[in-house]
């Protein structure tokens, strides 16, 4: 089955000419962090978390994978820094009140871990809980799903070989308890990862393939259905960070990274069909290229972020090292005429 759908999502492309993207308008970002410590290939990927009683004083959550996380306000200044080796994807779920943050740690390249941490929303900044073992390999990705049925949270770890373990993440007691329940395999290397909690569906991407579907309960079959490959025009390698802005029961958009192409691709929920792109740019604020790990909450952020707040990884923020640009959604909205 998974030779199959691989080799639907190639058909066509053997001795094909190159593709030309499909043009996308320019979004100007609204505001950036504060630069990370580290240079090369460090700052990653985001988490957003939403202050429902104070919009405005939100938070956002990137990792740097040589050296540790960082905790940024909507301005993009840096408020704390927690030191941690090789944390790479981050994501994050309120937990009745209390903000539980999950990373993958890719420190032992040998036995991916799960980095976990609580966000202390007043003092605004992040308490480790611990690093907990989950399987042989080098954790790359890392998302959360919290289950409607019972609010269990459950972690998807996708390891650099295209294995994606699910986890089990127990924070009731003294001490969190993280058991891996099932493994599911993609044929090479994937990262991006993102759960709708409404559906119960996962959502990987495939860097050089495309994106997939899997149910995300863990007695579901572990079977991938193809939703999107990388074409070279709507989607170019590496398909990378992504990120969700549900509507109602089913609907609303799945968001892509086009890191070959600088760009950012929607589709539609639950069809799937292919609902525009657009690139991060011409502001005063430099725009994103090569990007990562992206993020995107809905609802009110204050007036600059009135409809939600898109978060991107920017992979050359030259002459300074790399950073995370914030990016109004409705401005994204207003230009693909949402």
Known sequence: MRAALLTLLLAGCA?????????????????????????ADAADDPAIWRNRANPAASLVIGTDKQAGIHVYDLKGKRLSFTPAARLNNVDLRDMGGRVIVAASDRADKATAHVALFTLDTVARR???????????GEAYGMCLWTRASDKAL???????????????????GATPRVETVRSMK??????GCVVDDRT???YVAEEDVGLWRFAADPAAPTTATAIARVDGRTL????????LAPRGGKGGYLVASSQGDNAYTL??????TYAGRFRIGGGQIDGTSETDGIELALGDFGPDYPEGLFVAQDG???????????????????????
């Open 126 to 136: 992040l308490v480790p809980m611990g690093r907990y073992p989950v399987g042989a």
């Open 200 to 202: 119960g569906l996962l």
């Open 186 to 191: 993609l044929g090479t290397q994937a990262e």
């Open 236 to 243: 170019v390698a590496d398909a990378e960070g992504l990120a």
């Open 15 to 39: 001795g094909m000419p190159a593709a030309t993207p499909v043009t996308a308008p320019i979004v100007a970002a609204s505001a950036e962090t504060d630069p990370v410590d580290s240079a």
């Open 316 to 338: 050359d923020n030259a002459p300074d090292t790399q950073n995370f640009k914030y990016v109004s959604w409705a401005k994204v909205k207003a230009a693909l005429r949402l």
């Open 267 to 272: 589709y539609r929920l639950p069809d799937m």
């Open 154 to 172: 459950f972690g998807f770890v996708v390891l650099k070989d295209g294995r994606i373990d699910q986890v089990r993440i127990d924070v009731a």
